[in-house]
């Protein structure tokens, strides 16, 4: 699995330019989503793909208005992710990225660059290392990106110092890492599944903002982080039970989701 992931993560060489999509998980974000996708800069992404999670707001509509193109991807932030993947075909890196408006786009070029060129496999934005807006993160979720860091650390000798959903990998590099979380543990398995592909990895400092409109649905409500949170912790004891069930030298297949949970892929049709 390590070969093959690596060399899937090679540079084009003169082949064409690598196509970006930006794939951006949203529910209910209908009052920051046009701005979030507006503000992407369309030199560092060829598709903007929404990802609607069933918002019972207008969320779709404000996305389409903007620019973006739209699929319903089905219930679950890991499922919205994957689904976002799936849609672009067509694209060779994929860049994630949260729909509320607080991460900040002018630093996909930065995550983008380094696949681009060849350098790297995984591209991930730190929000501790970067400077934060007063407010814009919570104790708990600091406190969990740090515990999270240090687990993967001695699991896999991988230091990180954030979850940042701020992201970027190569698409056929991502699909070949069995991707099976979807719900909110997406990011911390997708981090946990890279360090233990020993994937070139590297992390950097990018800024955080407060939020521009709506509600978290995580550090929002004491139940949105406790859910949250429990996710998170059974995906990372499942991922690393598994690691540690499978030797160094096994080429036993990772897991994967099967087509009928992954949900609805098509096009947004506009409101019914």
Known sequence: ?????????TSTGGKAPMRVAVVVPALNEEACIGDVVRRIPRDAADRIIVADGGSKDLTALRAREAGAEVIAAGKGYGRACLNGAVAADDCDILVFMDGDGADDVQAIRAIVGPIRSGEQDFVIG???????????????????????????????????????????????????????????GWNLEMQMRAAANRLRILEIPVDYFCRRGGSSKVAGSLVGTARAGTRIMLTFLRVAAKAKRRSPASREP?????DSELGVRQPWAGPQ
């Open 1 to 9: 699995m390590y070969h093959e992931l690596r060399k899937r993560g």
């Open 126 to 184: 730190s929000r501790t290392r970067g400077k934060r807006a007063p407010g814009s993160m919570a104790w708990h979720q600091l406190a969990a990106a740090r515990f999270a860091g240090l687990g993967i650390q001695l699991l896999y000798g991988v230091q990180f110092t954030d979850m940042c959903a701020l992201r970027g990998i190569r698409r056929d590099t991502l699909m070949a890492l069995g991707m099976c979380e979807l719900s909110y």
């Open 254 to 258: 990772a897991d994967t989701v099967p």
